[in-house]
């Protein structure tokens, strides 16, 4: 393999002052010592490795060397001691793991993550079917990224249940005999093998891993899981554990910000995924990120990390931002956020947030950097009572799609960008029209209409609201019928039972405005009313806008009828919500340019 640029030094673990997304901090982690980790281990893992640690652990005391200072054995400058090897492209180091049965499918992978911009890659051995050592040879000396080489004991994909423990050091020694970038032990394995590994390494830097299920409800107890590691002499820890809510990954951002030395943190899962977004600003030195093809729940595809986060800029006073939702895989705005924050040179970043408990998630994540949120289904309603301001028009709806972060007091502030977005699309459509048609009034071309709305929900609630204010006649069909009641009541409308939906043709020239789920991916097949029946409108308004030309949309305009699309309500809402993101202008003709490349 030939040489490349030299590897980056690590990061020095100092990371204190960065803004915690919990309540007031404890101190760093303290340093390992004999007598605190007695109890942490049986509760973690058992009484029998308990015994093991708790002898370790006295050996270990006894070597100023290892433990006078927790990290005194490691060198934070890798290229010194890796140099004329593979190197690192950028400060942050993005991995991608590679599952694979055979070594041409490692090697296939491989190139693949290169093309895609990884740095280095993780070469679970254990998922390949069983296997001679040559054939791992072969694949180590064949790599084209530097690599971790790692060997579960426990993993899923493990062929070797009862030899599995020989065949992992058979290949830890392997990959230090070749002097690998990194070598990955295991917990319950690292006293039997840290020492020997180390003395035989040239180069290779050792990481110790746990990997835990149940995850961590408070710091505290990570916290002590990495003290554990910590007393193991590794150059690097690394934890990865699932999470059950996305306020499970506050423990992660935590211990980042202390550990002693270079820390790996994982949280599994849809709702772990801010864990590898967020966590440069806490310090973090390596993320993960999945192939193109590859989807992993928890893991940002690594193209989306080079090209849509741009993980690189992430620092220290990076403003966070995001969609709240549930589901949120669909939403579109970190496609359009990220890259005009970069546009205008402002230091944010916007993430997707699958949250399950809107007032928890903000009570969890409270702290001013967490500057500004996206409302999405289910939470714009329920989001009201968690702010401690709201708009004027949003208390009026009843409703929120904007929540903004006051830095001076760390307020909430509740907003509705979802109304005038609505509103000013259809008006803009129906008076484009009007001129076509020759016909132009100054009143809003809604006025006196019979507006057909579908779904209750907050976007619903925001465009009846509007409606109203522009002098429509308002009806409501919704699934929930008590909902569709209450608020027809608030707009002096009617509400109708779904069923009727189809068939609702008191008079020509309608609006009608779907704003439920009917249509959305993946129930592209879907559509509230038929294609026939769409002929009584003068207008149709689709506020799905995955995807973006939908069943509806289409049907609306194979019989002539105007149709808005759910994009066009997404640009207006979005150029809404970043001025209030960053109290300045949005750069619209830059904001559409990028709807238009990325939708």
């Known amino acids: 393999m030939s040489p490349s640029r030299p590897l980056p030094s690590l990061p020095e673990t100092t990371h204190t002052t960065t803004p915690l997304p919990t309540l007031a901090s404890p ?82 992978s491989m190139e693949k993550a ?81 020492d020997e590994l180390m003395q035989k390494r040239e180069n290779s830097k050792i990481i110790v891993s746990s990997h835990v299920k149940s995850g961590f409800r408070c710091k505290e107890k990570l916290g002590n899981l990495l003290v554990c590691l910590q007393s193991t002499g590794a150059d690097i820890i690394k934890v990865v554990t699932e999470v059950a809510y996305i306020t499970d990954v506050a423990p992660v951002f935590h211990v980042l910000t202390h550990s002693h030395v270079p820390v790996i943190v994982r949280a599994v899962g849809d709702r772990g995924l801010i864990s590898q977004l967020l966590g440069p600003k806490y310090g973090a030195f390596m993320v993960y990120g999945s192939l193109g093809d590859k989807s992993i729940p928890g893991l940002p595809p690594l193209l989306s990390i080079k090209n849509v986060y741009k993980l690189d800029n992430v620092d220290i006073d990076t403003k966070v931002f995001g969609v709240v939702s549930n589901p949120v895989g669909h939403s579109k705005g970190p496609l359009l956020h990220n890259p005009a924050f970069r546009y205008c040179n402002y230091n944010g970043i916007y993430v997707p947030l699958l949250v399950d408990n809107i007032k928890e998630f903000l009570r969890v994540f409270s702290c001013t950097d967490f500057a500004g949120f996206s409302i999405g289904l289910p939470h714009k309603e329920s989001a009201v009572a968690c702010c401690d301001e709201v708009d004027s028009l949003a208390k009026s709806i009843g409703a929120v799609n904007t929540i903004v972060r006051r830095p001076t007091d760390g307020k909430l502030i509740g907003y509705n960008t979802d109304c005038d977005a609505c509103i000013t699309a259809i008006e803009d459509a129906l008076r484009e029209r009007q001129v076509s048609n020759g016909d132009v009034a100054n009143v809003s071309p809604i006025a006196g209409r019979l507006f057909v709305l579908v779904g209750a929900g907050g976007a619903g609630r925001a465009l009846a609201f509007g409606a109203k204010s522009k002098g429509a006649r308002v009806v409501i069909f919704n699934r929930n019928f008590e909902r569709a009641e209450s608020l027809a009541r608030a707009v002096s409308g009617e509400a109708l039972p779904i069923e009727q939906l189809d068939a609702y043709c008191p008079e020509n020239g309608m609006i009608l405005a779907n704003c439920s789920a009917i249509g959305m991916e993946p129930d592209v097949h879907l559509t509230p009313v038929s294609k026939e029946n769409l002929r009584s409108y003068d207008l149709v308004f689709d506020a799905v806008y995955t995807p973006r030309n939908t069943r509806l949309l289409q049907e609306a305009v194979e019989v002539g009828v105007t149709v808005v699309s759910g994009v066009e309500m997404f640009i207006r809402q979005a150029l809404g919500q970043f001025r209030l993101f960053t109290n300045g202008l949005a750069p619209e003709d830059f904001m559409r340019k990028v709807v238009l490349e990325q939708f």
């Open 27 to 108: 101190p760093p982690l303290p340093p390992p010592t004999a007598t605190t980790n007695i109890t942490i281990i049986y509760n973690h893992f058992g009484c029998d490795i308990q015994i093991l640690i708790v002898l370790q652990w006295a050996k270990n005391i006894k070597n100023p060397k290892r433990n006078s200072n927790p990290s005194s054995h490691f060198s934070y400058h890798i290229s010194s001691h890796i140099s004329g090897k593979m190197g690192f492209r950028n400060k942050l180091l993005v991995c991608t793991t590679i599952v694979s049965e055979t070594r041409d499918e490692m090697v296939k």
């Open 114 to 194: 290169k093309e895609e911009g990884a740095d280095l890659v993780e070469l679970c051995i254990d998922s390949m079917s069983p296997f001679h050592l040559s054939e791992v040879e072969h694949l180590l000396k064949q790599r084209t990224l530097p690599a971790i080489v790692s060997f579960r004991l426990n993993s899923q994909k493990n062929s070797y249940k009862g030899d599995s423990k020989n065949k992992c050091l058979q290949v830890l020694r392997l990959a230090i005999e070749l002097d690998v970038e990194f070598v990955e032990i295991d917990f319950e394995l690292a006293f039997d093998v840290i």
